[in-house]
């Protein structure tokens, strides 16, 4: 039963997997009146800037530069996110070699701001919102001066290679920045409504939707492809989140800790299994980790499944130094990766200590490799004879005690050994203690 649900639960990953990763691109033929021929790509920019998106990004813009897209079109929707992939999906607009344009839908703001200036033009809907471009750590404090001021540079670099004033986009970054005409005065950062933008050359035009901006470009009689993220995507955006792959690594050790404890192979360990699998698969298709990532870990689990047929511990040591190895290189942010690592090991520890003393180290896995059974008198074993019924007798030396020698005590000799003194031979002694064979003696003064 148990092995027909383990291959049960191994089929149902790999259909799960599979079926993820089918591709999904809608595509829409708009009416052609001039027969132009041209194609633009729509590509959405939503929810938080971090590597999942980045992924789809670049596989995107492949798949627009591959088929001889004549435009690309990024209808951004985001709060910001991570800087470090804002920083490299913006390399990645900068190296396309055809028109972009940003559609801000509805806000574009901290690292959402640095993508839109990072593409040609810039169009707003009435209602929408860029800048306040602020870093801010995970905490939400502010990040520091060496953080803040590289991310200013970036900003105001993004600005100048599309010809536009970086005053307003190092305001967006920095609020010591005074442009109180535009509502941020010292001591906020700069925030971009359609009409500022548009004053202040952040935008080409304001539109009311997609119909309106294909005719402002010349476009409306090309095909539109737009495109959405694969399943696999979607997964692997969510996945990659910080918090979700803590808490992913997390339950893998607490599952996997709990399996030792267990008879067979069960629910915790088939959950710190899936989990470990979502971990590396979120981070495969994020672009984050390759196969010698996989690589190692399937060695550091091989190692540590070794270890309980080979004793010495080393192999043991080897398979976690290459789980953990895999965990690093994976992960974008050695930082956050060191955190999550950490609390995964502070759970399996406090989980260990638990099941320790409630269960002991007689089930699971530990059954089978620690040896229950003791050497004691009651099963017939018998090491050495304790001579507890010595203590107290009087016997004497047979030879110089240097400390240790030879002494008559009763009607036989024993080897016995002094406190540290030295004792001469024919000297009287009396037992004075007895560790197991150890019989201890010390001289008899008889004036």
């Not at 149902?12 to 691109?25: E, K, M, P, T, Y």
């Not at 390759?290 to 080393?314: D, K, N, S, Y």
């Not at 000297?427 to 150890?438: C, T």
Request: glycine fraction near 10%; proline fraction near 3%.
């Amino acid at each position: 039963m148990r092995k027909n649900f383990i291959k049960f639960y191994i089929v149902l990953i790999g259909l799960a997997f599979s079926f993820s990763c089918l591709h999904v691109q809608k595509v829409v033929h708009a009416e052609k009146n001039d027969g132009s021929g041209q194609t633009v790509y729509i590509i959405p920019i939503e929810r938080e800037v971090e590597r999942g998106l980045e992924a789809f990004l670049k596989r995107t813009t492949n798949e627009a530069m591959e088929s001889g897209a004549d435009h690309i079109i990024f209808e951004i929707d985001t709060p910001g996110g991570r800087v470090d992939s804002a920083g490299q999906i913006g390399t990645l607009l900068q190296n396309l070699k055809l028109p972009t344009t940003s559609f801000i839908i509805n806000e574009a703001l901290s690292a959402g701001s640095y993508i839109a200036l990072n593409t040609d033009k810039i169009y707003f809907v009435p209602h929408a919102t860029m800048g306040a471009s602020g870093v801010i750590n995970g905490d939400g404090t502010a990040a520091d001066d060496k953080a803040q001021s590289a991310w200013k540079e970036r900003m105001k670099a993004a600005a100048e290679s599309k010809g536009r004033d970086p005053i307003y986009a190092e305001a967006m970054a920095d609020s010591s920045i005074d442009l109180p005409e535009y509502g941020a005065a010292k001591g906020s950062f700069l925030t971009l409504g359609p009409t500022d933008a548009l004053k202040v050359g952040y935008a080409e035009g304001i539109v009311d939707d997609r119909v309106e901006l294909l005719h402002e470009l010349g476009l409306e009689n090309a095909t539109i492809i737009e495109t959405q993220p694969t399943l696999a995507e979607e997964v692997a955006r969510f996945l990659t989140n910080p918090i979700v792959y803590s808490i992913l690594l997390s339950v893998a050790s607490l599952g996997l800790i709990v399996e030792l404890y267990s008879p067979g192979f069960g629910i915790p360990g088939i959950m710190g299994l899936t989990a470990l699998i979502l971990f590396f698969y979120g981070h495969i298709v994020a672009g984050l980790a390759g196969m010698e990532a996989i690589i190692l870990l399937l060695l550091g689990i091989a190692l540590i499944v070794a270890e309980f047929f080979v004793p010495g511990g080393i192999l043991g040591i080897i398979g976690v130094g290459a789980i953990l190895v895999s965990l690093f290189m994976s992960g974008y942010d050695i930082g956050q990766m060191s955190i999550s690592v950490g609390i995964a090991f502070l759970v399996a520890v406090i989980a260990s200590v638990i099941l320790f003393r409630r269960i002991g180290m007689d089930k699971g896995v530990f059954r089978h490799i620690i040896l229950k059974e003791s050497t004691s008198t009651e099963l017939g074993y018998v090491s050495n004879s304790n001579r507890s019924e010595l203590v107290g007798q009087k016997g004497v030396a047979v030879t110089n005690l240097r400390p240790s020698g030879i002494a008559d005590i009763g009607d036989e000799r024993v080897d016995v050994v002094s406190e540290g003194t030295f004792i001469d031979k024919a000297s009287q002694i009396k037992v004075v203690k007895v560790e197991g064979a150890r019989v201890v003696v010390r001289e008899v003064n008889n004036n």
